[in-house]
């Protein structure tokens, strides 16, 4: 704003940020590595930073560390890490993280299969501004009383991070 856009310019000053360990800059200097915006493109470089910016918390570096470990882009795939990450990013109330954690809770992938944790995941991340296609999905496969399970659960979830049970 104000200057003539330049990303290696950004990227000189993400590093040196990120060096000095804020997760914001470490976060921005991953997505330029990732997808090459002002340094060469380098998917193992991302993953480091995003790994920096998400041991310190940054929900969005956990939720894009995750997609790289899921899809193998950096380094072998890692489906368990993915989750481990979605989960860490889903409970910090992030949308897109709960709607893959409740993706790979349905389908079984890096984790036990568990259609009721799932709906409840899916469902959070509904409330939160995704789409309900996935948790229209599961909801339709759930039993009754697994049903039941997925709303008790969605309940404890929105207990666990502070959020109050929308209106109708």
Do not use: C
């Amino acid at each position: 704003l104000g200057v003539r856009q330049d990303f290696f310019e950004a990227a000189l000053w993400f590093r040196q940020a990120a060096d000095r360990n804020v997760p914001e800059a470490q976060y921005n200097l991953a997505l330029a590595y990732e997808v090459g915006r002002g340094v060469g493109k380098d998917e193992r470089a991302a993953q480091r930073w995003y790994r920096s910016a998400a041991a310190s918390g940054y929900a969005r570096a956990r939720y894009n560390l995750a997609l790289m470990l899921e899809e193998g882009r950096g380094s072998a795939a890692d489906l368990a890490a993915a989750a481990e990450l979605y989960r860490a990013a889903a409970q910090q109330n992030f949308a897109a993280a709960q709607n893959n954690l409740g993706i790979l809770l349905a389908e079984g992938r890096g984790v036990a299969a568990n259609p009721a944790e799932a709906y409840a995941w899916l469902a959070l991340a509904v409330e939160n501004g995704s789409k309900p296609t996935g948790r229209d999905l599961v909801a339709h496969q759930l039993s009754a009383v697994r049903r039941e399970e997925g709303d008790a659960t969605l309940t404890r979830l929105r207990a666990q991070l502070g959020l109050a049970t929308p209106t109708p």
